[in-house]
């Protein structure tokens, strides 16, 4: 027999309630009665709010604290700039912060990475904002109970500006990067966020620092990076890992248009690939890059890019140390909104990720 959430109420109509509470109240939900933290902690709970539309699309951000300065619209970082997490949710233009990370009190790692997990957000890497020491830690914020919990280590040498994706089920991946003495890697890991623990992939075929990882259909896509010799110098190149056959298929030439840093790069839920390059939004149309928009004439510097549904979250400025905006472009109409940034809100973004909750 299904237990009773709400006295005098069937179950399912007793869900119903529960999985349209805003994530912003789960948190108390939970500590309301056994009955309700069960319910609102398992995995089919995430599905049904998802299922229903009745959950929240969620940007999470690695931002910088500002000052602004009235006067000039000039944004001020202090002398070096301090990063908080922040939320953006698209849907109703409301902004807000997380809770800070423990033992960060001057600020989050510089190029730390995120990505989302089901209802956890998981954190690694980066430098430590006074000591500059590379960071192996693993941190994971739950939405649900919106709590800090510690994952283990990250193995192995010490990397940093590595690529990061997740399969948006238990799994994250971490692929290249560079070492201590920035010798760029090969070396590729998988982190089990429900079992917390640690393992190795195959090697990649090339070094790829600064590349991007984005989980696709099933695989892990490796894009651009350079090698220790090209120091900087990016390469069009791309890899594929399929977790299915635990192996890398052969390297793709050329699927970059240019040789630039794919850190805009991202994939839509139309499965196509996007970046900005060039003042336009282009997508990988076959094997051609297509222009399908304008960027917005405010954004000339591009910060950080999430895909969000059917929707590109575009976080940028017209200029250095100028504010940074958000703009949203709608993928079946190619079509932007731009978002009311609190100045709060208009520092610049390292990274980011999407999350439904």
Not at 99 to 127: I, T, W
Not at 207 to 229: M, N, P, Q, S
Request: glycine share 8%.
């Amino acid at each position: 027999m299904a237990m009773e959430l709400i006295p005098g109420l069937p179950y399912d109509i007793a869900r119903g309630c529960l999985i349209r509470v805003e994530y912003k109240q789960l948190a108390t939900v939970v500590s309301i009665c056994k009955s309700w933290k069960s319910e609102t902690e398992s995995p089919e709970f995430l599905r049904l709010r998802k299922a229903t539309c009745t959950g929240q699309k969620l940007v999470v951000m690695v931002q910088a604290r500002v000052s602004p300065d009235q006067a000039s619209n000039i944004v001020k970082y202090g002398d070096s700039p301090v990063y908080r997490f922040t939320l953006l949710e698209p849907d109703t233009g409301d902004w807000c912060e997380l809770p800070p990370l423990p033992g960060f009190s001057n600020g989050l790692p510089m190029f730390c990475q995120v990505a989302s997990v089901g209802s956890d957000l998981v954190v690694l890497g980066g430098l430590h904002p006074v000591t500059w020491e590379v960071s192996t830690s693993v941190f994971i914020f739950n939405f649900v109970s919106a709590t800090w919990r510690r994952g283990a280590d990250m193995p192995g040498v010490r990397r940093s500006f590595f690529g990061f994706a997740s399969d948006s089920d238990r799994m994250v991946y971490v692929v290249g990067g560079h070492d201590d003495d920035k010798n760029a890697l090969r070396s590729t890991m998988a982190y089990d966020t429900a079992r917390d623990e640690w393992f190795s992939l195959p090697d990649m075929a090339r070094e790829r620092d600064e590349c991007k990882a984005i989980f696709r259909h099933g695989k892990l896509h490796v894009i651009g990076g350079y090698c220790t010799e090209m120091q900087g110098r990016f390469e069009r190149t791309a890899e594929v890992f399929e977790i299915a056959s635990w192996q890398w298929k052969n390297v793709i030439d050329d699927l970059l248009e240019d040789a630039m840093c794919p850190k805009t790069c991202v994939c839509g839920s139309d499965g196509e690939f996007y970046m900005c390059c060039g003042g336009y939004v282009v997508a990988l149309k076959g094997s051609t890059w297509q222009a399908v928009a304008n960027l917005p004439s405010d954004v000339s510097n591009v910060a950080h890019v999430t895909a969000c549904q059917d929707e590109l979250v575009v976080i940028g400025s017209a200029g250095f140390r100028e504010p940074h905006f958000a703009h949203v472009l709608d993928l079946k109409n190619y079509t932007w909104k731009k978002m009311e940034t609190p100045q709060q809100y208009s520092g610049h973004v390292q990274s980011g990720c999407y999350i439904e909750i």
